[in-house]
């Protein structure tokens, strides 16, 4: 495949002018925010984006705030040269790469925060964590201004927090959902996955097996809902799976608590630590026949 020049802009005023340019062309402009690190899932990211617009800009920030102080933001793997090339293989038009001072000028005070859904499943291991996140996008999508904005679904909790961010301060993007993406081995792809060792790579592998036998349970009417996370849970701490943060099951438009029946289409989701690593996966489930 032959690789496009993609365009590096760091400051954000230069971000809108380019992005203004664009629009006065009648383009339609997408953006896929990320930490960098890119991987296949990302790349599939941009592919998909590539569909609904025009123009594409990958932001690159490594978000200070929305890790907590025992978390991997010094360790977060940053590997910019290598990320420009990949989003030159995949014909990405620019590139936003702001400091950290650029994002978080001195003097900044401002804290962005959605309420209820973003109460327990990621939170409950990491308080502020979404604070950080829906501070960040919020700058992001105002210092850009796309038409349409593009997050992973294995974050979903993160995807349905923003969306619902974007709804209530009026932000003129489109927030859409990225397919889930898995490795060969079907491990949900993740920029924390270079991290586990091939012993503990095995191990995590039985999370994804867990969720689809939870899944076939639940819409097969096989097993009540209780029952069948409880024996995932079993499962997979037997497997090795060192803790279990969360395995849920939400109501995939608002992530109210099921755990009687699935009465609209909901979801498993699960974050787990494997060999050091917190690994996240979740999958859909449809109301049994
Ligand atoms: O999903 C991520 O990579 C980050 O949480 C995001 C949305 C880029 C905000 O920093």
Known sequence: MIASTVKIIRAKKELRTQIKEWHMKGLRVGMVPTMGALHHGHLSLIKEIQKHVDKVVVSIFVNPKQFGPNEDFDKYPRQETADIKKLAE????LLYAPSAKEIYP???LTNVKVTKITEGLCASKRPGHFDGVTTVVTKLLLQCLPDVALFG?????????????ADDLDIPTEVMCGKLIRDED????????????????????????????????????????EESLNRGIEHLLKSGVKEIQYLEIRKSQNLEPVTDAITEPSRVLIAA?????????????????
């Open 186 to 225: 079907g491990l949900a792809t993740s920029s924390r996955n270079v991290y586990l060792t091939p012993d503990a790579r095995q191990i995590a592998l039985e999370i994804p097996k867990t969720l689809k036998r939870i899944v076939d349970e639940i819409e097969g009417n096989i097993r009540p809902i």
């Open 153 to 165: 679904e294995k974050d979903f909790q993160q995807y349905t927090v923003l969306k619902q961010l």
């Open 90 to 93: 995949v014909h990405t038009d």
């Open 106 to 108: 001195e003097g900044f």
């Open 273 to 289: 630590v494997v060999g050091g690593v917190r690994l996240i996966d979740n999958m859909p489930i449809q109301k049994p026949q």
